[in-house]
């Protein structure tokens, strides 16, 4: 075991020098390393601020504004927006917690789970297969908002290239994918110092362009009253139909849920994200909501809305009427998308990879594969139409809801929130905990429980797999952990 004495931060675990040194000689780059935590520059006010800004990102509003052709209204598309909230913010502390007491990044704690080899599986899946579409699929949606930039401020701007495409994309949003691909890719490789300051001056920005889009957007649709009263299709709900909707909006944020640690690390206490994530979330999640229903009722005064319109968001927008507000409106949601590819896509694709690869990636690298290959995979395939995302959400929670499910076992109650850190920076060819380096319980369980969920999509005609499919995320997660609560740790060579 490695020799770890307590801070004085309560809760806070400090590595000593000495085994991160030997860590660091194991081959172990700096950016894996755990964080001492004196070291630790992230209080409340930084969980608080770090989502605010990428919550509102067009993606997002696009994946909500499909619940409208599910046959919600208004309070119920707000209703499944807070539940979503609520889930998404007890993930962020449940699954953050191991990394703010030891510092480290979630490809590391992965391995005290799966085993030093075994974490493979679930680093890639979470880091390069997640990763490379969320960041093709945010930045096609942030290009054809940006589209409507463009020609309001180049009225023939939609004209460039006289109809062709691209492998499939129009010329012009083949234009605004570049540039958003562009300015995405130079603030990542920016560096982490830059980020930081760019999240703080970024939300609060995002925010106040926001609220007055909000303003007029009430106004345009005749007050709070219409604007609560939108349904497009008006038709019965059934619970389990709400309950999908949720599900498909945790899926949206399920990434940053299992590898929140690769944030929670640099908390100067266990309480900074305690406290910051819930109140961040909650807040931002509030004017989401509202943003969903007031631009959307706001459409409707225009004449009919089509809810299975792939832009039908942007439409949204541009149905504000003001060509400054909407121009300064969707700068804000692309620079909240941006954040979101950053922190929530990137980032982790680069910390995974250096910590399975690292002899070939850094940090820098890492990331930058992300955005490669998230273009390669033609990702303006996905958002062709609703049912194309959901597709995509189903598939996403299959993988990370059982990953979450089994970290969150392992971790709060096979372990007892203490993790081997000798067993995790293992010297080059030891096994660590498990024997062969893999937790074969914790690998069977992965992928069984992603089988079963994404079963509905195979066998269409047997209700409840389909069901079990609709509830993607929910379905992994419950199945991940208590199976592993049930056979997990058996494999285990050392505590």
Same mark, same amino acid.
């Given at each position: 075991?490695?020799?770890?004495?307590?801070?004085?931060?309560?809760?806070?675990?400090?590595?000593?020098?000495?085994?991160?040194?030997?860590?660091?000689?194991?081959?172990?780059?700096?950016?894996?390393?755990?964080?001492?935590?004196?070291?630790?520059?992230?209080?409340?006010?930084?969980?608080?601020?770090?989502?605010?800004?990428?919550?509102?990102?067009?993606?997002?509003?696009?994946?909500?504004?499909?619940?409208?052709?599910?046959?919600?209204?208004?309070?119920?598309?707000?209703?499944?927006?807070?539940?979503?909230?609520?889930?998404?913010?007890?993930?962020?502390?449940?699954?953050?917690?191991?990394?703010?007491?030891?510092?480290?990044?979630?490809?590391?704690?992965?391995?005290?789970?799966?085993?030093?080899?075994?974490?493979?599986?679930?680093?890639?899946?979470?880091?390069?297969?997640?990763?490379?579409?969320?960041?093709?699929?945010?930045?096609?949606?942030?290009?054809?908002?940006?589209?409507v930039v463009l020609t309001r401020i180049f009225p023939t701007f939609?004209?460039?290239?006289?109809? %062709?495409? #691209?492998? $499939?994309?129009? *010329?012009?949003?083949?234009? =605004? &994918? /570049?540039?958003?691909?562009?300015? +995405? !890719? @130079?603030?990542?490789?920016?560096?982490?110092?830059?980020?930081?300051?760019?999240?703080?001056?970024?939300?609060?920005?995002?925010?106040?362009?926001?609220?007055?889009?909000?303003?007029?957007?009430?106004?345009?649709?005749?007050?709070?009253?219409?604007?609560?009263?939108?349904?497009?299709?008006?038709?019965?709900?059934?619970?389990?139909?709400?309950?999908?909707?949720?599900?498909?909006?945790?899926?949206?944020?399920?990434?940053?849920?299992?590898?929140?640690?690769?944030?929670?690390?640099?908390?100067?206490?266990?309480? %900074?994200? #305690?406290? $910051?994530?819930? *109140?961040?979330?909650?807040? =931002? &999640? /509030?004017?989401?909501?509202?943003? +969903? !229903? @007031?631009?959307?009722?706001?459409?409707?005064?225009?004449?009919?809305?089509?809810?299975?319109?792939?832009?039908?968001?942007?439409?949204?927008?541009?149905?504000?009427?003001?060509?400054?507000?909407?121009?300064?409106?969707?700068?804000?949601?692309?620079?909240?998308?941006?954040?979101?590819?950053?922190?929530?896509?990137?980032?982790?694709?680069?910390?995974?990879?250096?910590?399975?690869?690292?002899?070939?990636?850094?940090?820098?690298?890492?990331?930058?594969?992300?955005?490669?290959?998230?273009?390669?995979?033609?990702?303006?395939?996905?958002?062709?139409?609703?049912?194309?995302?959901?597709?995509? &959400?189903?598939?996403?929670?299959?993988?990370?809801?059982?990953?979450?499910?089994?970290?969150?076992?392992?971790?709060?109650?096979?372990?007892?929130?203490?993790?081997?850190?000798?067993?995790?920076?293992?010297?080059?060819?030891?096994?660590?905990?498990?024997?062969?380096?893999?937790?074969?319980?914790?690998?069977?369980?992965?992928?069984?429980?992603?089988?079963?969920?994404?079963?509905?999509?195979?066998?269409?005609?047997?209700?409840?797999?389909?069901?079990?499919?609709?509830?993607?995320?929910?379905?992994?997660?419950?199945?991940?952990?208590?199976?592993?609560?049930?056979?997990?740790?058996?494999?285990?060579?050392?505590?």
């Amino acid at each position: 075991m490695s020799t770890t004495k307590k801070h004085t931060s309560p809760g806070l675990v400090d590595v000593s020098i000495s085994d991160l040194e030997i860590y660091a000689e194991r081959g172990y780059s700096p950016e894996v390393l755990p964080i001492p935590p004196t070291d630790r520059t992230w209080g409340i006010r930084e969980y608080i601020s770090v989502w605010m800004g990428p919550i509102h990102n067009i993606l997002s509003y696009f994946t909500v504004v499909g619940f409208f052709a599910l046959g919600l209204g208004a309070t119920q598309v707000v209703a499944a927006i807070f539940t979503a909230a609520i889930i998404v913010s007890i993930g962020y502390v449940l699954n953050g917690h191991a990394a703010s007491r030891y510092g480290i990044p979630f490809a590391m704690q992965l391995r005290n789970t799966f085993g030093v080899r075994g974490a493979l599986l679930p680093t890639l899946l979470r880091g390069l297969i997640a990763g490379f579409v969320f960041f093709g699929v945010t930045t096609i949606a942030s290009a054809q908002a940006l589209d409507v930039v463009l020609t309001r401020i180049f009225p023939t701007f939609m004209e460039v290239g006289n109809g %062709a495409s #691209i492998l $499939g994309l129009a *010329v012009p949003t083949a234009i =605004s &994918y /570049a540039i958003m691909w562009i300015i +995405t !890719v @130079a603030l990542y490789l920016g560096g982490m110092t830059f980020i930081d300051k760019f999240s703080k001056w970024a939300s609060p920005a995002v925010y106040v362009l926001i609220v007055i889009g909000v303003v007029i957007a009430i106004s345009n649709a005749g007050g709070l009253g219409k604007t609560f009263a939108f349904d497009p299709i008006d038709s019965p709900v059934t619970p389990l139909v709400f309950i999908s909707c949720v599900s498909v909006l945790v899926s949206n944020w399920a990434g940053p849920i299992v590898n929140i640690g690769d944030l929670t690390r640099n908390a100067k206490s266990v309480k %900074a994200p #305690i406290i $910051g994530f819930p *109140v961040g979330v909650l807040v =931002s &999640y /509030a004017l989401f909501a509202l943003v +969903t !229903v @007031a631009f959307m009722a706001s459409l409707a005064t225009l004449g009919d809305v089509d809810v299975n319109n792939p832009t039908i968001f942007v439409d949204a927008i541009n149905s504000i009427g003001n060509p400054v507000v909407v121009i300064l409106l969707i700068l804000a949601m692309n620079v909240g998308a941006i954040a979101f590819v950053v922190f929530g896509n990137m980032l982790p694709s680069g910390l995974q990879m250096t910590a399975q690869l690292p002899k070939y990636f850094n940090v820098k690298t890492g990331g930058l594969l992300a955005a490669v290959v998230g273009t390669a995979i033609l990702p303006w395939k996905f958002v062709e139409n609703t049912d194309a995302l959901f597709f995509f &959400y189903s598939f996403i929670g299959s993988m990370f809801g059982p990953i979450a499910g089994i970290m969150l076992a392992s971790y709060w109650f096979e372990r007892r929130r203490q993790l081997d850190l000798e067993g995790i920076y293992v010297a080059p060819g030891e096994p660590g905990l498990y024997p062969r380096g893999i937790n074969m319980v914790a690998l069977g369980i992965l992928i069984v429980s992603f089988l079963i969920t994404m079963s509905g999509k195979l066998f269409t005609t047997v209700e409840f797999l389909v069901t079990v499919n609709n509830l993607a995320f929910f379905s992994g997660l419950i199945i991940g952990f208590l199976a592993y609560l049930a056979i997990g740790g058996r494999q285990r060579t050392s505590a």
